[in-house]
């Protein structure tokens, strides 16, 4: 599975859109990009996943660029609740079936 | 339906001391994890079972043994605890073939080992 990279943190006005990058130099063809994220002491929760097209659920939107190296998470208008570790996740769809969680980004959403 | 539960929420146990940690998915998945997390780290996979009747290693399966009870039920044991192994440990599960690695996590188990 190809490595990532993630600020370890930022922080984001209430309010604002947050974007969250992810480094994924190596992915490879046959890779998804996975977001997850963990609010404190809670388990972690799946957000959004995508393979070579932007994509766009009820939580966030997820922009993979056109060689897929690097995407952005995106949550348009955060609130306090969004405050969280971002971990970025890449996977082969196929391959066996657990993850392997970094050290994420802490967002800090600030009132 | 509640999802993945996990009992129990807290524990403290005497270095030696063996315990068994409790997990249950009421979602049909196939395949069930066992994660651990350390203070200011994240997690780590302990064992896992693609499928009932199977268990496979992960990245830290020292000192830990499952059992895939039936397809709701995934127990993990010590059975001797050390104080290396304080951490918070998190059940999953997710359905298996097809889909993305959508994996729905319990609220997790806090053991302290003294």
């Known amino acids: 599975d190809a490595k990532t990279t993630q600020p370890p943190s930022m922080d984001c006005a209430e309010g604002r859109a947050a974007n969250l990058p992810c480094n994924h130099s190596t992915i490879s063809g046959n890779e998804y990009v996975y977001w997850y994220r963990q609010i404190h002491s809670q388990g972690p929760q799946y957000i959004i996943h995508g393979l070579k097209n932007n994509e766009t659920n009820e939580m966030a939107s997820l922009i993979i660029t056109e060689d897929r190296k690097s995407s952005t998470l995106i949550l348009p208008h955060a609130t306090l609740r969004d405050t969280a570790v971002y971990y970025c996740i890449v996977k082969t769809s196929g391959s066996a079936r657990q993850l392997t969680f970094g050290s994420g980004t802490q967002l800090t959403v600030l009132p | 339906n509640a999802g993945v539960t996990q009992t129990p929420k807290f524990q403290v146990l005497k270095t030696g001391q063996s315990m068994t940690l409790q997990c249950a998915q009421d979602?049909?998945?196939?395949?069930m994890y066992w994660y651990r997390q350390d203070p200011g780290m994240g997690l780590r996979l302990i064992y896992y079972?693609?499928?009932?009747?199977?268990?496979d290693k992960g990245e830290v399966p020292n000192g830990y043994n499952v059992s895939r009870l039936n397809k709701r039920e995934f127990s993990l044991r010590l059975e001797s605890a050390a104080p290396s192994q304080t951490s918070v440990y998190f059940c999953?599960?997710?359905?298996?073939?097809?889909?993305?690695?959508?994996?729905?996590f319990g609220p997790g188990t806090r053991l302290t080992v003294l």
């Open positions: 999953a599960s997710s359905a298996q073939a097809g889909g993305p690695l959508e994996q729905f």
């Open positions: 079972s693609a499928s009932e009747g199977t268990t």
């Open positions: 979602m049909n998945h196939n395949s």
